[in-house]
Nanobody, 123 residues
Framework: QVQLVESGGGLVQAGGSLRLSCAASGRTFSRYAMAWFRQAPGKEREFVAGIMKSGDSTYYADSVKGRFTISRDNAKNTVSLQMYSLKPEDTAVYYC????????????????WGQGTQVTVSS
């Protein structure tokens, strides 16, 4: 497994922006597809965005499409999530995850998870 550490969470007003980052350990980062998930209190963890190993293909949940952008830098072992036009419904703990295969929406297909970073959007 690869070790993942998220950062960049915080408190923002509705309509604001935030950029989350995930730092991965090791020199095999490019072997993993990466994704961002989020979990709000009392709700199941849900898929937000995914990116393939090469970074050429991305996939987004309908709820964030057009507002969030996922990217990766394999040379620096990082994956980011740029969030614009944030809504109170985006409030959750955000996690990055790594899959040895492809980026999917299923949590059980990711073997490595970060500890999460809190994003709170006020109205």
């Amino acid at each position: 497994q690869v070790q993942l550490v998220e950062s960049g969470g915080g408190l923002v007003q509705a309509g604001g922006s935030l950029r989350l980052s995930c730092a991965a350990s090791g020199r095999t980062f490019s072997r993993y597809a990466m994704a961002w998930f989020r979990q709000a209190p009392g709700k199941e963890r849900e898929f937000v965005a995914g990116i393939m190993k090469s970074g050429d293909s991305t996939y987004y949940a309908d709820s964030v499409k057009g507002r969030f952008t996922i990217s990766r830098d394999n040379a620096k072992n990082t994956v980011s999530l740029q969030m614009y036009s944030l809504k109170p419904e985006d409030t959750a703990v955000y996690y990055c995850a790594a899959s040895p295969l492809i980026a999917t929406t299923r949590t059980d297909e990711y073997g490595s998870w970060g500890q999460g970073t809190q994003v709170t959007v006020s109205s």
